[in-house]
């Protein structure tokens, strides 16, 4: 039974969902969503305030900062109120209004800045209202998620040992690509293991990370409009670009068989079957891929039929009847 006095010190890491049979695909689904924070985030969140703390960049009277779509922003904002720090969220007319709520539910502060970059996301003017803040000299700290090596060790030193001890003989990992704190953690992990372990990222149609043109994209977390300064495609062995009328129609296949997932598990999930299908056609290699958060964030957005139709048309003709 396990006992907590702070929220980050419970979080289930040998969650696994046989997607055989669920939508027949040869895949094991790491869930990452039970915990307080509700996703993969809160390992993140939690190492990158420990490091500011330890090396001293952060102190009781400082004001955390960061530019987030939602997870880590809710993960920021739990760590924050469980330390009795200030946190202000930056984030963009994009981030679902319910993760706003639960941020200010735990007491942060949420800035939505609605400025476009070059590549027509909102990335750059996020940033750039972080930095005008931290310029401001009045205790902001920017923990700078795109950037700061404590995102990928979270998951060097949490999510990928997690992973090897229950599937030692694991032969592919698909992961998703936001900040690629994730990825790029358990990508380093496998390979400085010297585990033969194949890493697929998996990224939105219209995200530049990997290389890909610009292009709007309404599915969040997953994607960027500028690449990440942790991307080193060298540790990555593959990547997928999904659609995401793809990660639509996955997140509800889902749905229909009593799984609830967030949207980039749609996206993941279909990237990983598609792959495997065609690079491991009629087999059944043993693979894994994570699930960053749960669905009930989303009922106002993929899961709702006026979104749906605003953003992607009919959506009888995505779904089917
Ligand atoms: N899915 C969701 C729902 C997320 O919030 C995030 C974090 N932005 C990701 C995937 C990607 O994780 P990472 O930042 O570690 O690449």
Sequence with gaps: ???????????VDDLYVDLRHVIESPLYLKCEGFNFAGSVKLKAAAAMVEAAE?????????????????????????????????????????????????????????????????????????????RNLCASGDGYVWLNQYANRNNWLAHYRGTAPAIDREFPDLEVLFVGAGTTGTLMGCARYFREH?????????????????????????????????????????????????????????????????????????????????????????????????????GERYLDSIYEENWLREHFGDPAAILGD
């Design 1 to 11: 039974m396990p006992i907590i006095t702070s929220p980050q010190e419970f979080n």
């Design 54 to 130: 330890r090396d001293g960049a952060l102190t009781p009277d400082s004001i955390i900062v960061e530019s987030s779509s939602g997870n880590l922003g809710i993960a920021l904002s739990l760590i924050a109120a469980s330390r009795g720090l200030r946190f202000v969220c930056v984030t963009d007319p994009r981030c679902n209004p319910a993760s706003m709520r639960v941020m200010r539910a735990l007491g942060a502060e949420v800035r939505v800045v609605s400025d476009r970059d070059a590549n027509g996301g909102y990335l750059g003017g996020r940033i750039d209202y972080v």
């Design 194 to 294: 010297r585990r033969p372990v194949t890493v697929v990222a998996v990224d939105a149609v219209g995200s530049v990370t990997f290389g890909g043109l610009p292009e709007r994209r309404m599915v969040p977390g997953l994607g960027t409009s500028s690449k990440p300064d942790m991307v080193d495609e060298s540790f990555i062995d593959d990547v997928v670009h999904v659609p995401e009328t793809d990660t639509i129609r996955t997140v509800h296949a889902l749905a229909s068989r009593g799984f609830l997932f967030g949207g980039s598990t749609g996206t993941v999930v279909s990237g990983a079957a598609r792959w495997l299908e065609a690079k491991y056609p009629g087999e059944d290699p043993v693979a894994v891929a994570i699930a960053p958060d749960l």
